[in-house]
């Protein structure tokens, strides 16, 4: 954001390339690998938990796998913006210039309302960490998105107001990001933990006859 605050208060024309490079307006830079290996990092955990949970085939694990998947593509889409394409489906103006939050927030609530069983199982702290996380992370990818398609409209995308709404709401998407994975990698580790006490204590199995 500094780097921003700079280029635009002193037109240093030599610090655009660093802008470029920096900035969480821009896209396939140094943030966008960030995020996307964020996401990535989340879609392990996820998978690591589908995987423990899997094996006693216990109620919502195949939860766990479709978080994995859906955190995979999410990671993807960062890197290359594959969202940008659902807007071409719509011409709409305001604040939903960015047209692609209207087929993305319906898929939120369709997903939300498929996961609310999923979500309910899970213990409180974890429940209120994954909603938390949740609240942040959509807050900043489809809320944040309305008042910068306002503004984009209004005043085009190369000044600093469009830097300031965009770095708000890249920022709301990595600390959601970064505090569902720091959820998951406790949940994993428990999960983990408790397997390998119940395998101490049942002791190995049988040996087989020499």
Same mark, same amino acid.
């Given at each position: 954001?500094?780097?921003?605050?700079?280029?635009?208060?002193?037109?240093? $024309?030599?610090?655009?390339?660093?802008?470029?490079?920096?900035?969480?307006?821009?896209?396939?830079?140094?943030?966008?690998?960030?995020?996307?290996?964020?996401?990535?990092?989340?879609?392990?955990?996820?998978?690591?938990?589908?995987?423990?949970?899997?094996? %006693? $085939?216990?109620?919502?694990?195949?939860?766990?796998?479709?978080?994995?998947?859906?955190?995979?593509?999410? !990671?993807?889409?960062?890197? #290359? /913006?594959?969202?940008?394409?659902?807007?071409?489906?719509? !011409?709409?103006?305001? +604040?939903?210039?960015?047209?692609?939050?209207?087929?993305?927030?319906?898929?939120?609530?369709?997903?939300?309302?498929?996961?609310?069983?999923?979500?309910?199982?899970?213990?409180?702290?974890? $429940?209120?960490?994954?909603?938390?996380? /949740? +609240?942040?992370? #959509?807050?900043?990818?489809?809320?944040?998105?309305? %008042?910068?398609?306002?503004?984009?409209?209004?005043?085009?995308?190369?000044?600093? +107001?469009?830097?300031?709404?965009?770095?708000?709401?890249?920022?709301?998407?990595?600390? /959601?990001?970064?505090?569902?994975?720091?959820?998951?990698?406790?949940?994993?580790?428990?999960?983990?933990?408790?397997?390998? $006490?119940?395998?101490?204590?049942?002791? %190995?199995? %049988?040996?087989?006859?020499?």
């Amino acid at each position: 954001m500094g780097v921003e605050v700079a280029y635009s208060a002193l037109g240093a $024309r030599k610090l655009e390339p660093l802008v470029a490079f920096l900035s969480l307006s821009y896209e396939r830079n140094l943030p966008t690998w960030y995020a996307s290996a964020l996401l990535l990092s989340c879609a392990l955990v996820l998978a690591g938990i589908a995987r423990v949970a899997g094996r %006693p $085939r216990e109620q919502g694990w195949i939860h766990w796998w479709a978080l994995a998947l859906v955190f995979a593509y999410i !990671s993807l889409d960062e890197s #290359v /913006g594959l969202h940008e394409h659902l807007g071409s489906l719509l !011409s709409l103006s305001g +604040v939903l210039f960015f047209t692609w939050v209207v087929p993305a927030a319906i898929l939120v609530v369709l997903g939300g309302l498929a996961f609310l069983p999923f979500l309910a199982r899970l213990a409180p702290r974890r $429940r209120g960490q994954f909603i938390l996380a /949740g +609240v942040l992370y #959509v807050g900043g990818a489809l809320l944040m998105e309305l %008042p910068l398609g306002w503004w984009t409209e209004q005043h085009g995308n190369d000044n600093l +107001v469009y830097a300031l709404i965009d770095h708000v709401e890249e920022a709301l998407e990595l600390v /959601g990001a970064s505090l569902f994975l720091a959820a998951l990698v406790e949940e994993l580790s428990e999960r983990v933990e408790f397997a390998v $006490r119940k395998e101490a204590a049942h002791g %190995p199995g %049988p040996t087989a006859p020499s």
